[in-house]
């Protein structure tokens, strides 16, 4: 017997009723159940059909992964997921983590927003005071704060929030009303990978993650993971979590984590773990350079046919005897002149001489080499040079392109393709790096593309005017220095209209004027894909009818597109569920090993079997007919673009190199602004975050259940702590220039000394102090972006902590 309820076994419901089948259940324990709910309740209940739909988990998680969601009396019962009873999925289950399980607590929780809802008259912005208003009301303020905004600034002023609450292949429904409408000002970059994504095109003349396969590491010898922790980043779901525990159990590589926390990935396996100083790994290779070269462990010939840079004999003709080149920074020729030996990279690194020395030479004599990265490194001051730099190490030595190898990028993942809503084209061409909002709030035509990255355009000619949120808690909670962003968004003759569209009151929705009530995605029609060397489609149906006054976000979209007067531009006569079959329908056309709809549904979860890819095979094989998108074709070690599209930057200090003025065009280590280089007496700690499995970011953040298996500490070496008085379990204050936290300390070896570490996503929480009782990181991280990209440098602080 099942949970009291059933006792047919899932698997032969699932085959007898199908996805959308429902069944009569016989219950069991009736008389105790009438203790408790009143004679005739537990009756009531049994006799009501059970139902059960398939959903998926729609955050930004590269999970995506499989719900089944069962429901008695239009309510849901309890959230599962696909398991190995279900023989019709093999050893491919794109299971749920306990995240994906808890939904129904998310999605009957207190702050579950259930009605159109108005601030009221007279309260500031983020006091989070509202009232309950009509849909017809609420969409008419939209769209008539729409066309004066749109009247008197123009569309430039309009603006959709960065927001990943979201993923499905219906999510774009505000970017297609706002096109119907004349557009709105874009934005480039993403929260996620600002950094690396910005510099991987300038190395390789591509963006994203076009690494290898993980699973391409099983015929490696020696496996290097800079900052990545696919146990806790990339669980649940068939992603490279998946991959990764293959991988350790097939491999007979050995692994090294380099990372300033001992993460959950590498555990079990602590020789493993090589604790670096956060910030430093290009000090790290550096070293390593320095290393290889004295001992003729690089890989010359490699590096004079496929790459441009790494000495005088491959740099470009316009700098040449000039030491500019790689080699001439590693040498203490050019640059900042300083030769970067094992002993000056442990000093910056916290790696002993002697071990990196070790580490060269293994790295010299071992192949296949594999190297790859997570997107902790990039998200800081120096991220640029910083994922340049680890992406420059298996060229040094020539491992890149060959079975067993990856080219120090993050992991390739394969998924089905399917397409999603289309948006329209935008008519404005302005963009602005997605985390300076803030900034183009509070003073949008100061900021220029010499000085803050803007596209499109030279300036900004105004400040956002009208922004929409949906489905993000990045205006503040994931946003950097949250008590500056108070102010900005507070201040409602800067930003004159706010709509947020969530699910629950998160704390960036309470800088809303009008907030909408969506469904989660299990709550109607929906579709995804995703995957890692496996790919898979889910399909899902609504599993419960629309509750209160919640829509759908294109059903939103639409009313507002009603009183806009575009309504039937903005549906073509479709509704959402008609899109979504089209959509459907159109991608089978490309793929035609896609199932069809009827069976789509009725399975839920498709999945497809994947081969491990090798990144850069072809470019290896042969380079000329395979030319790379840089400048010379090659992989570009110096980078004579980024020195051309830099120039007259204007640079604030630290920036750049010490005693220089342009941005180095090689990936050199740069000290970060706020890292182990820079502390001070006041702050003499450095600050770094990481991805909690606790959380998608803020999401899960107001689960109870979850809160207790994952609080929200500050990790602390007991070097640290112990002069600190600090032991386990304390409640410390975590303080610095922005702000100051409040949360439990885990005093722990799994950090490195000197740095403590917080887990971001924690839901702010400000007290009659100011103090943040939440623990939200974001309360002390800065505004200040990284000088390439203008990303966010999320993981770059210092701090000071006490007991409180
Ligand atoms: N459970 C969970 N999973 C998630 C998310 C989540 O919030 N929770 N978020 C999802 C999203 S949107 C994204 S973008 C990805 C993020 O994925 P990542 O950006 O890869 O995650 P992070 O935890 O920031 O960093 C990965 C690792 O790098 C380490 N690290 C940080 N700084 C440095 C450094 O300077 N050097 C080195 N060597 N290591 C460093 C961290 O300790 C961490 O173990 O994760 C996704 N998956
Ligand atoms: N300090 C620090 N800050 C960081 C990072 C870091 O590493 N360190 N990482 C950054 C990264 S990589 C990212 S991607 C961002 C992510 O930042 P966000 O995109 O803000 O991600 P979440 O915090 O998950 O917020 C998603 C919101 O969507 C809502 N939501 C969930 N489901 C639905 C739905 O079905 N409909 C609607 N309308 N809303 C829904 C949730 O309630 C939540 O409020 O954070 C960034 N912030
Ligand atoms: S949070 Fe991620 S791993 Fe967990 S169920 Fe959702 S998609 Fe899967
Ligand atoms: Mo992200």
Known sequence: MENGFSNLSRRTFLKTGGALGALAVAGGGLAATDALFGEGVAEAHAEMQEKVTWGHCAINCPGRCALRVHTKGDEIMWVDTCTSSDADFDDLQPRACLRGRTYRQWANHPDRISYPLKRVEGTKRGEGKYEQVSWDEATQIIADKLKEVIGKYGNEAVYLAYATGVSATSSRPFHRLMNLMGGFLGYYNSYSTAQISCITPYMYGSKGSNGSSLSAGEDSKLILVFGSSPTETRQGGLTTHYDWVHLRERTKAKIYMIDYRMNDSIMGHSDGWLPINPGTDAALVAGIAHYLIKHDLVDLDFLHTY???????????????????????????????????????????????????????????????????????????????????????????????????????????????????????????????????????????????????????????????????????????????????????????????????????????????????DLFRFEQTSQIATGSDHGYVITGTACTSPKFERKTAYEMATLVAEKLGVKDAYTEGKTEDDWIKELYEASRKKDGELPTWEEAVEMGVYTRRGKPVVSMKKFRDDSEANAL????????????????????????????????????????????????????????????????????????????????????????????ADPRGIEQGDKVRVTNQFGIIELLAKVTPRVVPGTVAVSQGAWFEADANGVDVGGSINTMTTQRPSPLSKGNPQHTNICEVAKA
Not at 644 to 652: K, R, S
Request: charged share 20%; aromatic share 8%; glycine share 10%.
């Open 307 to 517: 790459c441009v840079g790494y000495d005088e004999e491959t740099m470009p003709e316009a700098y040449q005897g000039k030491n500019m080149s790689y080699k001439s920074y590693i040498m203490g020729e050019g640059y900042d002149k300083v030769e970067k030996t094992p002993a000056w990279a442990a000093k910056i690194t916290g790696i002993p001489a002697a071990r990196i020395e070790e580490l060269a030479q293994e790295i010299g004599t071992t192949s296949p080499l594999y190297v790859t990265q997570g997107w902790g490194p990039q998200r800081r001051s120096n991220g640029e040079w910083t994922a340049w730099a680890i992406m420059a190490l298996p060229c040094l030595v020539g491992q890149v392109g060959l079975p067993g190898t990856s080219n120090g990028t993050r992991e390739n993942r394969n998924s089905p393709s399917l397409s999603s809503l289309p948006a329209g084209t935008n008519p404005v061409k302005t963009s602005i790096p997605c985390f300076l909002f803030t900034d183009a709030i509070d003073h949008g035509p100061e900021m220029t593309s010499k000085n803050a990255g803007i596209k499109g355009a030279d300036k900004l000619s105004v400040g956002i005017k009208f922004l929409v949120n949906y489905a993000g808690n990045c205006l503040t909670n994931q946003h950097s220095d949250i008590n500056r962003a108070h102010e900005v968004l507070a201040d409602d003759t800067k930003c004159e209209f706010i709509l947020g569209v969530d699910t629950v009151m998160c704390d960036s929705i309470m800088y809303s004027d009008i907030i909408l009530p």
């Open 629 to 720: 998108a840089t400048p010379s074709g090659k992989i570009e070690i110096f980078s004579e673009k980024l020195l051309q599209f830099t120039e007259g930057w204007e640079l604030a200090e630290g920036d750049t190199l010490p005693g220089m003025d342009t941005l180095p065009a090689v990936p050199a280590y740069i000290p970060e602004w706020y890292g182990v280089e820079t502390t001070t007496s006041e702050f003499p700690l450095a600050l770094s975050g990481f991805h909690y499995r606790g959380r998608i970011h803020s999401s899960w953040g107001n689960i109870e259940q979850l809160k207790d298996v994952n609080p929200q500490e500050v990790w602390i070496n007991p070097a640290d």
